[in-house]
Structure formats: C-alpha cells, structure tokens
C-alpha cells in the first residue's frame, strides 16, 4: 500500500511546490551566515533567559521548548566559539539556579530536557551545581526501579541523552544500562510497543498505534515526533563507548529509521507534518525537516550513511529550509507549534507564528551544525 502512497506523496507534492529546489553548493560561511541570523533575532528578542514565557498560561523557561533551543545553541558554539553563546547558556542555567521546572522527583521527561545543556556546560567548566539538580534527579528515576516513563516518542530525545552524559562524565554504567531499560519499554512494550519495523517509523504514543488511521487509511507517524527519536539515537550514539551492549541495537535502530524518513521525503526537500499522509494538512514543516537534515548530515559525517543516497537529500532538505523558511529577519517559517499530531499547532505558513518559536530555531541549528562539520571535513570554505 505504501508503493502506491509514495506515487500519491510525488504527486501532491509536485503540485504543491511550483518547482524542485535546484541542487546548490553550499559554503560553510554561508551555513554559518543564517545560523547565526536566526540566532541573532531570538537572542535579541529574548535578552533575559529567565523571562517566563506566556502562551495560554505562564511557564518557566527551562522547560523542553527552551531546552531544545540551548541543544541547537551548545551545537552552534562548537563550531562558532562565539563567547556570547557560552555566556547566554550560562546565564539561562544560573537564572534557574541550574534545577528543573518541577523540582528533583520529576519523572517527566521534559522536565529533564534542560539537563542536556547544563551538563554540557558542565564539562567546559565543571562547577557542581551545573551537574547536582540533573543528577540527583536521575539518580532518583534510577533508584525507583520503574521503566515505564517514556510513553511518548519526544520523551526519549529530551531525557535519553541525559542518561547517556551522565555516564560518561560519572565514567558509570548504571545510566547506560537504565537507558536502555526505558529505550526498550517504549520501542518494545509501550502500547504493544510504538516502533513499526514494517514501516521503520515509530508512532507518536499508544493512541496512534493502529487501528488508529490517517485520512488515508495509511498509519499516523508524526513528523516532528520521529525527528525526536532521531536526535535523540544521534546524540546518544555520539556518546556511547564502544563497549556498550545496546550500541549495535541504537546503530541498527538509527539505519532503519533513517530509510523510513527518506522514503517520505518531499520533493522540494521538505517532509510533511504526516509522513504518510500527504492529505492531512500537508505542507513544508521545519521542524521536522530540521531533525532528519541533522540526522542524515551526523550520519554522513561518521560514515553511516551511504552519500550517494543521502547527501542530495540533506542538500534538499538545507536549501529549502533556507529558501523558504528563513525570514531577512531571521524568524523561521512553516513551524508547526506544539502538540503531538498534524492538526495540532496549524496552520503552518511561512508567516504564521507558532506558540513557541525556541524549539524550532534548536533544531535547525542542530542541523545546521552537522551539516557545517560535514562541508569542512570537504574542504569548503
């Protein structure tokens, strides 16, 4: 059924874009140009880390939207040394006393989203309160015994790569080793387990595991959901020493996930909301085109991914986000705001505002990065 719906897929998304973006040499100045464009417009609009952010209510902003930014900006900081980078981050931990939106019993994965950025921060100047609150946090998930956290895919990127840091730094596989215990129930257990390796896509939670259908009868696997799952298998494998058991199962799972993304892929480079559904409220989405830009870009890097296949890819998914995305402001376009499914947060428009504009701007500079380290390992300039 899917052979038909990759015909439909061409089809709608022919007609949806005047013309197919034209392949274009990219230079890593020019990367770095609109990554640092578009960091510069939310810098300046938000001066202080620690303003509350008003959507229909007030929230802290250490919550995983503003996480999810400091990933992208710790990622832009590795590449541009920029001090007022390392300063903002610092800063954003300080003004939150370096703790979590709900204290250190959460067991809410996005709550521990910020932890990825203080532990960062850690490791370049190791000042115990960038690590206590995070810590003793997971320590108490640890200690608690239950697995069953995860019930939803974006868990996993925000709270993962925090069990995989805190290894390394406490040189202890315990976190390895838990990890891969929540990893497991939500791949395996979750709702009869939320990954399909028919299709090599995962389902959002357990309420979209089938009989649960698109429109189109095809299987609801949410963009921006799977472009979670593949920062988060990027991050961790980035992490992982050699010797751990679950290396192989995170690489094999990283592959397979990678194929099932590229299938779907628009033909102006974009991915749509629904990566089976080109019906239900199709269109250019950045979020999600932003995540698998970096997966493929972190891929090609480590020689995972086969070039000929994915670099004309990520070429098509960098320019169109690029050409079409990014305001002379700055601000990023067709952002689909928060939720868990293709109607939530529309409509998704080149000039609509979504309700959080941070997470957005943290993953196109996740992508951005990768695809920067991939032009200089080329010699561009």
């Not at 402001?329 to 499914?341: A, R």
């Amino acid at each position: 059924m899917y052979g038909l719906l990759l015909v439909m897929v061409c089809c709608v998304t022919a007609c949806a874009t005047k013309k197919q973006v034209a392949p274009v040499v990219n230079t890593k100045r020019e990367v770095l140009d609109v990554m640092r464009s578009a960091n510069t417009y939310f810098m300046e609009k938000w001066p202080d880390t620690g303003k509350p952010i008003y959507t229909n209510r007030w929230r802290p902003s250490n919550i995983w939207t503003r996480a999810v930014y400091y990933e992208g900006l710790m990622a832009l900081y590795k590449i541009d040394a920029d001090q007022r980078y390392y300063d903002y981050a610092v800063d954003w931990g300080t003004k939150h006393a370096w703790g979590l939106r709900n204290g250190t019993q959460t067991r809410n994965a996005d709550d521990q989203a910020c932890g990825q950025t203080y532990l960062d921060l850690y490791e370049i100047d190791p000042k115990p309160e960038r690590l206590a609150t995070i810590k003793t946090n997971i320590d108490y998930v640890i200690a608690s015994g239950k697995v069953d956290d995860w019930t939803w895919i974006d868990a996993i990127q925000m709270a993962m790569p925090v069990f995989a840091k805190l290894g390394v730094l406490q040189k202890d596989d315990r976190y390895f080793d838990y990890m891969y215990k929540m990893y497991a129930h939500s791949k395996n257990s979750e709702g009869g387990g939320l990954y399909n390796t028919k299709d090599k896509l995962w389902w959002r939670d357990k309420d979209f595991v089938p009989p649960y259908q698109e429109p189109n009868g095809e299987d609801c696997y949410w963009s921006r959901g799977n472009g979670w799952v593949v920062a988060a298998l990027v991050r961790v494998l980035d992490l992982l020493p050699d010797t751990d058991p679950h290396k192989t199962e995170y690489l094999q799972d990283y592959k397979n996930l990678m194929e099932g993304v590229l299938a779907t892929q628009r033909t102006d480079g974009f991915w749509n909301v629904s990566l089976h559904d080109p019906t239900n409220f199709g269109g250019r989405e950045t979020s999600g085109t932003a995540l698998f830009a970096y997966g493929m870009a972190w891929g090609l890097n480590n020689g995972l991914l086969d070039a000929k296949t994915y670099r004309p890819a990520l070429d098509r998914a960098w320019n169109a986000m690029v050409k079409e995305s990014v305001h002379p402001s700055g601000f990023l376009g067709y952002l689909q705001g928060t939720g868990k499914e293709p109607k939530d947060g529309q409509p998704v428009s080149f000039s609509s505002v979504p309700d959080f504009e941070d997470y957005g701007l943290g993953c196109f500079l996740l992508a951005g990065s990768a695809y920067y380290v991939l032009l200089d390992k080329e010699g561009m300039k």
